[in-house]
């Protein structure tokens, strides 16, 4: 497993850009596909962006060409870049394996998109 910690969010205006962080522990950190997941009030958790080990990128529609996911494997870390922001935005998002996460959730970061 590799622990997680998610750091960046804030309040921000509709159409500005924020830039998340995950540091993540563990030397196996470049072999996981890795994700950023929101969850909206209400809503149900949702995996939003993912990239392999190598770079390899895919994004759900709702964010493409605005949010930009990206790692530095030898600082194990993860980015997600989130451009021209919207107020359906808003949630807590979170880094984890992708499409299989593990149990050990971190304690995500708020983003809230004011309009």
């Known amino acids: 497993q590799v622990r997680m910690v998610e750091s960046g969010g804030g309040l921000v205006q509709a159409g500005g850009s924020l830039r998340l962080s995950c540091a993540a522990s563990g030397s196996a950190f470049r072999i996981f596909v890795m994700g950023w997941y929101r969850q909206a009030p209400g809503k149900q958790r949702e995996l939003v962006a993912s990239?392999?080990?190598?770079?390899?990128?895919h994004y759900v529609d709702a964010v493409k060409g605005r949010f930009t996911i990206s790692r530095d494997n030898a600082k194990n870390t993860m980015y997600l870049q989130m451009d021209s922001l919207k107020p359906d935005d808003t949630a807590v998002y979170y880094c984890?394996?992708?499409?299989?996460?593990?149990?050990?959730w971190g304690q995500g970061t708020q983003v809230t998109v004011s309009s």
């Open positions: 984890n394996r992708a499409y299989s996460a593990w149990d050990n």
């Open positions: 990239i392999t080990g190598g770079g390899v990128t």
